[in-house]
Each structure stands twice: as C-alpha cells, then as structure tokens.
C-alpha cells in the first residue's frame, strides 16, 4: 500500500490551495485518514481527520479555514486549504488505517507547502 500525495507549492498569504491524497495497493478498506503537519523545530502535529463515515476533527488552528473530504470510490483524501497564513508553512503528511488482512497505519512522503507573507 502506498499513499501518494499532491497539491503543495508556494503561495502567498491569503491565497488557497488543495491536498490530495491517493492510496494505491490491494486492500479491502480504509478507515480513519488525516492530514498532519510538520514546520522545521516543530513537532508533527495533526491538522484534520476524517472517519469513513464521514466524521471530521480539526486543529484549532485551521478551524473555518481548511477543509479535509474524502472520495471512498477513488480511495482519495482531499485537504482544501483557505485563508492560507505563514505558520501554515510545513511539510503536509496524509496518514490512514488501512485493511487488508489486518489494519495496518501508513504515512504518505510528504508535500511542502510554503506561504509566504
């Protein structure tokens, strides 16, 4: 199983931008998936979760401005990204449980997304 990401780059504040994730592998399922963050000198920290149901949790810090979905069909999480501010500035990582035989965690390589001020 892999997770690829896609979507980050440069922009500046103010400005949007959209994550994807797509999981590629033989599996039954997926389950919980989530969109972490990494800033140099910071600790990995969740920014937004979604349940296969559809349930979703978010940081604090990007409440109202990003959005995580997902398409169950396409075996792909998405992070919508609004209002992008510089301490959002940070290596983007997708994580999922995914279910093959047993349930398994897994973390994509990582996206940079960098805005600028």
């Known amino acids: 199983v892999q997770l690829v990401e896609s979507g980050g780059g440069f922009v500046q504040a103010g400005g949007s931008l959209t994550l994807s994730c797509a999981a590629s592998?033989?599996?039954?399922?997926?389950?919980?998936t989530g969109w972490y963050r990494q800033a140099p000198g910071n600790q990995r920290e969740l920014v937004a979760s979604?349940?296969?149901?559809?349930?979703?949790n978010y940081a604090d810090s990007v409440k109202g401005r990003f959005t995580i979905s997902r398409d169950n069909a396409k075996n792909t999480v998405y992070l919508r990204m609004n209002s992008l501010k510089p301490e959002d500035t940070a290596v983007y990582y997708c994580?999922?449980?995914?279910?093959?035989?047993?349930?398994?965690?897994?973390w994509g390589q990582g996206t940079q997304v960098t805005v600028s001020s």
């Open positions: 592998g033989t599996f039954f399922s997926i389950t919980a």
């Open positions: 994580n999922a449980d995914v279910h093959s035989i047993i349930t398994l965690n897994y």
């Open positions: 979604i349940t296969n149901g559809g349930n979703t």
